[in-house]
């Protein structure tokens, strides 16, 4: 059959020759990747070989939208299965000799049914994935040449080898047509054709293959379908530190450069994300500063990083001793040449971001923009100084006084005011021995927020109204407490959050608690998995979990419904806090304290768990103005508001004030709607105890 199909012994040639440009781009953009900064990716070997099985091979995150899902593991899978057939037809049937050799020739057959399976199933997915890019057109979704291109080809690749293989069974016949069940419907009508028209048919289709093999091949390193390839390599060398743990910053290295300014900056598993990003819009749809309409776009920005790359390459010659006739002599100073800022991301873009982490939680093959982000203010904030002018009070408020309201530690015990029972504090109980705080069940981590913010006052009295109630031993920081320095970290200044660290680090090691449990999921990431980059290891518990903890112990019990010293609301939404969820996987734990309350039906919104919606306070927004597109807050509680509840609950001080300030916003539209903590809907439910005084906490009084 090969002897009717002109020059075929040249296509092995053109098949070594287009591998070749495929080696040679590759080359190019390796030549980037080797002047990058180092990056660990050896530890936990089994984690990291799970994690691409799980992520590239499987593709689990496609299938959260179980169409788009579906559409590119078939033409993921189908197209790795029928690059056998090019393989054979380049090599004049060796595959088929060496599939065909053992069980007697079953194995072939069944690779041949199982190929003609997912012609059809490669097909129907660039059918359905042009149809969604052409007449569909979702938003997250760019309709690029490069993708159209690209699905063409896929198309082309598998439209050739389909037809070449239905005119060689119609001229020829085979004794495992039948196997070959997508080919042989074609075949069949064929068959009535001349031998001439037959030979000349599949020598077209033959060489049409090769042809379009061939330039995929070449075209791949050029294509954002490069992440074909990228993929298994990025999830593998994904991040496995926790993920609310920001890189560490050298601020003594003398030579440093502070923060990212150009992709010289950069790791080169950051330069892998950028080569990797298949341009889904996944994380773009998940933004909520996007959805809100900001400039902020963690698509765009990661696919600038991938254009910077490649910009930096082409300026420089692949073969070393041909010099530049302008522009950067080497590849090194190439990557330092554009910032990042203001071409891959615009500058108010980098202080959009609420750091919630959507986008990494979004990004199929693991994308990691938050870092990135975080990193481009460090060094606006620490080298140039550019960050945005309300900052400056609260950086300035968190370096002097030690907490972002500028309010002086004497003041931070002034929310026990007034409660019937004594807030033991640590120096106090350690006038009875020095191991007195270590021998406690828990150390109450306060936060700035519950200190300072009037309407988190009451969260405070409400959790220790209930570690009361349950009678468990444990003391508070009062003025030894600063802010665990989340805030002045995520704005960029790492300077102001070690101080911050090393100071709280120096006190708890001090008083070495048993456990620290907080009501606020930032202190909660920040004492739980940053501190110890500075050497702070302790146990730290959400207030959420905790109290889910007590319930479950029979320490605390809820009042039933009809009595009257419980106010509980009847209907409830928990609003996930990015830092709790997200971050840190504690989801279960304050839906537990929810369910505790007799009564209490719980309506979850769309968005919630893990892929739960920012209030907009993270990343040091808290402290920024909102003044572009719709608020954060504004469209968290507009879907709040969907579900009909009459509490919003959340466990996070500042999802708490954003909430607050969203449902007051909203006026009669919140029809009384409140926002509550979960210690304070547990408080107010709790059964009275006649040996324990309990205040009387009304729900959401602020
Ligand atoms: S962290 Fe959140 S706000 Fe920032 S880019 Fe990602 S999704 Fe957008
Ligand atoms: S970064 Fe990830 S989620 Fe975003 S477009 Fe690229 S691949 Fe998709």
Not at 523 to 529: D, I, K, R
């Amino acid at each position: 059959m090969l002897d009717e199909v002109p020059l075929y012994p040249l296509a092995p040639l053109v098949f070594l020759a287009a591998a070749g440009l495929f080696l040679l781009q590759m080359a190019r953009h390796l030549r980037v990747f080797a002047v990058a900064r180092p990056a660990v990716v050896t530890d936990q070997p089994d984690t990291r070989l799970g994690s691409m099985v799980r992520f590239a091979l499987v593709q689990v995150r496609m299938f959260r939208d179980p169409t788009a899902g579906l559409m590119h593991a078939a033409i993921f899978w189908g197209f790795v299965i029928l690059t056998i057939g090019t393989l054979d037809r380049v090599t004049f049937g060796a595959v088929h000799t060496v599939v065909a050799w053992p069980l007697d020739g079953w194995l072939w057959r069944l690779l041949l049914l199982v190929s003609n399976v997912m012609v059809v199933a490669v097909l129907a997915g660039v059918g359905i994935a042009l149809f969604r890019r052409v007449i569909v057109r979702p938003r997250r979704l760019t309709l690029s040449r490069d993708g159209l291109r690209i699905l063409l080809l896929i198309g082309g690749v598998v439209a050739t080898e389909l037809l070449a293989e239905a005119f060689r069974l119609a001229r020829h016949g085979d004794a495992d047509a039948a196997w070959a069940w997508a080919a042989n419907a074609i075949a069949v009508p064929l068959a009535s054709l001349s031998p001439d028209v037959l030979a000349a048919g599949y020598a077209v289709f033959f060489w049409a293959n090769i042809a379009v093999v061939c330039f995929f091949l070449a075209y791949l390193p050029r294509s954002k379908h490069l992440h074909i390839a990228t993929a298994f390599l990025n999830t593998a060398f994904r991040k496995l530190t926790p993920r609310g743990r920001l890189p560490m910053m050298d601020l003594e290295a003398a030579t440093a450069r502070f923060g990212v300014k150009t992709i010289a900056d950069l790791s080169w598993k950051d330069l892998l994300d950028g080569f990797t990003c298949t341009e889904c819009g996944r994380c773009q749809d998940a933004c909520p500063a996007w959805a809100t309409g900001k400039p902020l776009n963690p698509k765009t920005m990661i696919m600038g990083l991938r254009e910077l790359s490649v910009e930096a390459e082409a300026g420089v010659p692949l073969i070393p001793w041909i010099k530049p006739a302008a522009g950067p002599a080497n590849l090194a100073a190439a990557v330092a040449q554009t910032p990042i800022v203001g071409s891959a991301i615009p500058e108010d873009a980098v202080w959009d971001c609420v750091t919630c982490g959507a986008c990494v939680e979004a990004c199929p093959v693991l994308i990691e923009h938050v870092d990135k982000i975080v990193g481009l203010r460090r060094n606006l904030v620490l080298e140039e100084a550019r960050f945005p002018a309300e900052l400056t009070g609260a950086m300035n408020a968190m370096e002097r006084h030690g907490n972002p309201w500028g309010q002086p530690a004497s003041a931070r015990l002034g929310w026990t005011r007034g409660l019937p029972f004594t807030v033991p504090v640590a120096a106090d109980v350690a006038d009875a021995g020095p191991d007195a705080v270590a021998g406690l069940e828990v150390l109450y981590w306060v936060g700035c927020a519950a200190a300072f913010d009037d309407r988190n006052k009451k969260v405070a009295r409400a959790f220790v109204t209930c570690l009361h109630a349950a009678g468990v031993q444990y003391a508070v920081l009062g003025q030894e407490e600063s802010c665990t320095g989340d805030p002045a970290r995520r704005m960029g200044n790492e300077y102001v959050f070690q101080m911050l660290a090393q100071g709280n680090i120096a006190t708890l090691d001090r008083y070495r608690p048993k456990t620290i449990v907080t009501a606020c999921p930032h202190c909660f990431n920040t004492l739980g998995n940053e501190y110890g980059q500075l050497g702070g290891h302790y146990e730290v518990v959400h207030h959420s979990a905790f109290l889910s903890r007590l319930v479950e112990e029979g320490r605390l019990r809820s009042a039933d419904p009809g009595d009257p010293a419980s106010v509980a609301p009847r209907t409830l939404t928990y609003h996930d806090s990015c830092y709790l969820a997200r971050y840190n996987d504690v989801i279960a734990q304050p839906r537990a304290v929810l369910g505790a309350v007799p009564g209490v039906e719980l309506r979850e919104m769309d968005k919630h768990g893990r892929s739960g919606f920012c209030c907009g306070a993270g990343g040091g927004r808290m402290w920024m103005e909102e003044t572009r597109g719709t608020r954060i807050n504004a469209e968290r509680t507009r879907q709040a508001l969907e579900t009909g509840a009459e509490t919003v609950a959340t466990a996070c001080p500042f999802c708490l004030v954003m909430l607050k300030d969203g449902l007051a916003d909203a006026g009669d539209r919140a029809g009384g709607v409140q926002a509550q903590d979960v210690a304070e809907i547990l408080a107010a439910s709790l059964a009275a105890r006649p040996e324990r005084q309990l205040p009387v906490i009304q729900p959401g009084a602020s």
